[in-house]
């Protein structure tokens, strides 16, 4: 059964400064892998879908990275602001045709102004 | 373009009482899906669907239902509530084919409480 770790819990940070989260993985055969934002009160927003095949994913500020050997991915946010502040959590897909993902409990960020 | 949306947003039930929440999307996409998300946890698949007419259960099923018969519904059944589907639940659908699985997009939740 797939586990999704994500660490640190909860993370405070002054503006401008730039920051990695973590999120880490049991079963390295996974078919893609997504990073999404939810706000408070609010649904889940996709950032990025980085597919097994690559290493890298890039939209605006956000990079997301793949380590699938070492069942391992970084979400990497430049120049953070205040609007950034929000939960964000990973969710590896294990095999496609079923689409069942498995989440993290997500790193709650807080950008100080 | 609306994209998911959920109704209702809110909801109170007394332990026994059952109720439908209702999914429906408008981007065409033939999958479709119901998390619930308690404090602390990461989100649970309760059920998804590939397409109209075909449903299967996920992580979490037991003490609910749903039903697709167009592929723009998706509606999730609580037929006897219980104080442990005191809950968030989301609805989530995404498009894949070709090999080729695309982002999930989902709405804005459902908070339920069981009394």
Redesign the interface.
């Known amino acids: 059964k797939q586990e999704?770790t994500q660490i640190p819990a909860a993370l405070s940070v002054p503006e401008g400064e730039n920051l990695v989260l973590n999120c880490s993985f049991t079963d390295s055969a996974i078919?893609?892998l997504?990073w999404?934002r939810q706000d408070p009160?609010?649904?889940?927003?996709?950032l990025l879908?980085i597919q097994s095949s690559q290493r890298e994913q890039t939209s605006g500020r956000l990079n997301a990275s793949l380590d699938k050997s070492s069942g391992r991915s970084t979400l990497y946010i430049a120049a953070s602001q205040p609007g950034d502040s929000a939960t964000y959590?990973c969710?590896p897909?294990l095999n496609?045709?079923?689409?069942?993902?498995?989440?993290?409990?997500?790193t709650r960020l807080t950008i100080i102004p | 373009n609306a994209g998911v949306t959920q109704t209702p947003k809110f909801r109170i039930l007394k332990i026994g009482q059952s109720m439908t929440l209702q999914c429906t999307q408008d981007m065409n996409h033939n999958y479709m899906y119901w998390y619930r998300q308690d404090p602390g946890m990461g989100l649970k698949l309760i059920y998804y669907s590939v397409g109209a007419g075909i449903t299967d259960k996920g992580e979490v099923p037991n003490g609910y239902n749903v039903s697709r018969s167009t592929t723009e519904d998706f509606p999730l059944r609580l037929e006897l509530a219980a104080p442990s589907q005191t809950s968030v639940y989301f609805c989530a659908s995404s498009y894949s084919e070709g090999g080729r699985a695309q982002p999930q997009h989902f709405g804005d939740g459902t908070r339920l409480s069981i009394l």
């Open positions: 999704v078919y893609n997504q999404f009160g609010k649904g889940l927003t996709s879908l959590l969710a897909l496609f045709g079923n689409e069942k993902l498995t989440f993290g409990t997500g």
